[in-house]
């Protein structure tokens, strides 16, 4: 009884402990959240809160990789995008340190970047922004048009007294066969030969173009162009996928449905729409998609069948690189780049050591804020698009969304073997046992990442007097393997997308880590224990127990997001709803929160 008594205040200290630093995390989100919706960040105008947003974005890359930074001082190559961009060269994990070591120059890399800014809209040149599998996922605008193009290199000669560099070079273009070739051609030759040098610099092959145009027109004229709109062929060595996606006016009937994104389906007929889906027969045959179909998609089915595609390519190749860009690659764009960078990290395939409120600030702060979304602006016209990428977390639980490879089950079988039955005779039957099962069509989707060192202690939170720590005991190891159908409560704000999407709640011997719920505005992350088939608990055991499910660490950071949310811009609803949906989703925040009643959203 006595030791009872005297382990009780140290569990209690712990346990409000980690309740603090919770609260604490909780609260960076709702304040970033607060100044990204007041504030349009300028390279060009930083005070000491975005000083703080940038230190930090720096910390939290530094925890898993090792990288150079791409000086953007002042925003003298790009007004809109981050000061320091990040330049992620490989892994610092612990036991394969070295596998993905970058062998490109950070010197080259900027003068690229110099050079090639003038190719594309607002000089948001090819940035990359996600490192996975040694492979660059990047970012960018669409390519400039003549209009801005003359204009921009007309500004930059008057104002560097009659000089540019970003036109010198030791390398000229090759010139064609043609003897006679216009000052247009020329023009166009230089500017988007030095984007192509940036793009095959970075290795990318991989061209996702989401505008719904071939060339954005005002006023009758093209005032920006895009690679499969480009006449001379010149990026006809990439492989161009163009996969049209509603711009951000397209949220706001989103929000004016009361944020409800089943049954939205955009106008395909709309003048202006002539960029008809284009994608290689080599990326739709495995994905079991009809992509005949596109036009009559939801604005939920889209972004799933479109996130699938994207996975699929980066998976598909292990050398090449993927961009995906819009028009101006600030709306569209870090959607679908912040939905990358999420569902990887939910694999563990990405920033292996951030916990879901670490990986949702980063993606925040650096995929929208510094890349220059201009929250404020679409805020005002109702075009939540910001708010959809987070809310639509809920969609992608599914191992039908994830990247993992299969066999990486059976060494999770091996660790489940070994800790179980520790017999190394018996292990070698049922190896062959589980080899048969993942090699058969029976298991047609991923499955979860088995968890490195690293990754288990930084999800391993609390003890078993821990309040917030779910265990959840399961039967079988080789049921970690299989997919389930979820058992999750559905608001009425998403019910048809649940029931066909979330992933499954698992049932055996291996440990999960569960989002806690808070009686304040922090959300906790979830706790672990080792729970065996008889159920008894192993408080110390030397095998790392796996990731927590998919569905899990999303649905982590969304009930982060939607606490910060609602504690700082909260929903707006255009008009009182009969259906109830957005008095749902507010009773979803309120349970997130641990709050009735009490929250700001009006």
Not at 125 to 147: N, Q
Not at 358 to 369: H, N, R, S
Request: contains cysteine; aromatic residues 10%; charged residues 20%.
């Amino acid at each position: 009884r006595g030791t009872m008594m005297a382990g009780s205040p140290s569990s209690a200290a712990g346990g409000f402990l980690q309740s603090r630093l919770s609260f604490r995390k909780s609260e960076e989100i709702a304040d970033l959240i607060d100044l990204f919706s007041k504030t349009q960040y300028r390279a060009k105008e930083i005070t000491s809160r975005v000083e703080a947003i940038e230190t930090r974005c720096l910390e939290l890359f530094a925890r898993d990789y090792k990288f150079s930074v791409i000086q953007n001082s002042n925003g003298e190559v790009c007004g809109h995008y981050p000061r320091q961009i990040v330049f992620l060269e490989y892994e610092c994990t612990d036991v394969e340190n070295d596998r993905y070591e970058s062998t490109l120059q950070i010197s080259k890399l900027q003068d690229l970047v110099n050079r090639s800014k003038m190719a594309r809209c607002r000089g948001r040149f090819v940035c990359p922004v996600i490192l996975y599998d040694g492979k660059h996922i990047c970012r960018s605008s669409t390519l400039a048009g003549w209009g801005e193009l003359y204009g921009r290199t007309g500004y930059n000669y008057i104002f560097s007294g009659g000089s540019d560099d970003t036109w010198t070079e030791s390398e000229e273009v090759p010139e064609d066969d043609s003897a006679v070739r216009n000052g247009d051609s020329q023009l166009f030759d230089k500017v988007r030969g030095h984007d192509i040098k940036l793009l095959r610099y970075l290795s990318v092959r991989y061209i996702c173009d989401l505008m719904v145009e071939n060339k954005k027109v005002k006023f009758g004229l093209n005032v920006t162009s895009s690679e499969k709109a480009d006449k001379a062929q010149r990026y006809a060595d990439f492989t161009l996928l163009s996969v049209p996606y509603p711009g951000c006016e397209f949220f706001k009937d989103y929000k004016d449905r009361d944020y409800t994104a089943e049954g939205l389906v955009f106008n395909w007929n709309q003048d202006y729409v002539d960029a008809p889906l284009t994608i290689p027969m080599c990326f739709t045959q495995n994905l079991n998609i009809d992509w005949t179909q596109y036009q009559s998609w939801d604005l939920v089915e889209q972004t799933q069948n479109y996130l699938k595609l994207l996975l699929h390519i980066i998976n598909n190749d292990d050398e090449s690189g993927l961009l995906v860009h819009c028009i101006s690659g600030w709306d569209r764009t870090p959607l679908f780049v912040s939905l990358l960078r999420l569902s990887l990290w939910a694999d563990g395939a990405v920033h292996v050591n951030l916990e879901p409120g670490e990986i949702l600030y980063l993606t925040i702060a650096y995929d929208w804020f510094l890349f220059g979304h201009m929250l404020p602006d679409r805020l005002s016209k109702g075009e939540e698009i910001f708010f959809f990428c987070f809310n639509f977390l809920k969609h992608i639980g599914s191992e039908k969304f994830s990247a993992v490879k299969k066999n990486r089950c059976v060494l999770q079988f091996i660790m489940f073997c070994l800790r179980d039955r520790g017999s190394v005779t018996s292990l070698s039957s049922e190896f062959s046992l589980i080899t048969e099962e993942v090699g058969s069509s029976s298991l047609n989707n991923d499955v979860d990442l088995l968890s490195t060192q690293t990754q288990a202690s930084s999800w391993r939170k609390g003890t078993t007097s821990s309040p917030q720590m779910v265990v959840w005991n399961k039967q079988n190891p080789l049921d970690e393997c299989l997919p389930h159908p979820l058992n999750e409560a559905r608001s009425s704000s998403s019910s048809s997308s649940n029931q066909s999407e979330h992933a499954g709640t698992r049932t055996g011997s291996s440990p999960l880590a569960v989002p806690g719920r808070s009686s304040s505005l922090s959300t906790e992350y979830g706790s672990w224990q080792i729970v065996s088939g008889c159920g008894s608990i192993h408080d110390s055991t030397p095998f790392p127990p796996p990731l927590a499910s998919r569905q899990a660490r999303l649905e982590a950071v969304r009930e982060i997001f939607l606490a910060a949310y609602s504690s700082t811009v909260g929903l707006k609803s255009s008009a009182p709803s009969p259906s109830g949906a957005i008095s749902g989703l507010l009773e979803q925040f309120a349970r997130g929160v641990g709050l009735r009643g009490t929250n700001t959203i009006v």
